[in-house]
């Protein structure tokens, strides 16, 4: 029986999980696209803990957007994750996917977070 495009997706992510971990100091950045927002999530997987959140659902960042499902949504949200991991003395992280293609939404959230200062 074929795999749904939902469930290769995790196998891949599953595989990407085996080698990307994040620490307190370099944490994972990980990304999750929906059909209506996009989010990135900052995460020390030593402690199990998320260090500092952005998404196209924040009232202060979703309100300033015509479309919270396009490039420029994407942009506004890794310029974002990146000034809040600033603020918590983070400049580098590991950049997880979960599985995506690095292409469209997910390669333009990381390009913004990479100028506005986060190292990966």
Do not use: C, W
């Amino acid at each position: 029986m074929p795999l749904s495009r939902n469930s290769s997706r995790v196998k891949r992510h599953d595989r990407l999980r085996r080698k990307l971990v994040g620490t307190a100091e370099r944490p994972r950045l990980q990304i999750r696209r929906t059909l209506h927002h996009i989010y990135a999530i900052l995460v020390d997987d030593a402690k199990g803990h998320t260090l500092a959140t952005s998404s196209t659902r924040e009232k202060t960042l979703g309100s300033e957007l015509k479309s919270k499902t396009n490039l420029e949504a994407a942009k506004r949200v890794g310029a974002e994750i990146a000034a809040k991991a600033k603020g918590k003395g983070i400049s580098q992280v590991v950049f997880d996917t979960s599985g995506l293609k690095y292409h469209g939404r997910v390669a333009a959230l990381a390009q913004a977070a990479r100028d506005a200062g986060l190292e990966f």
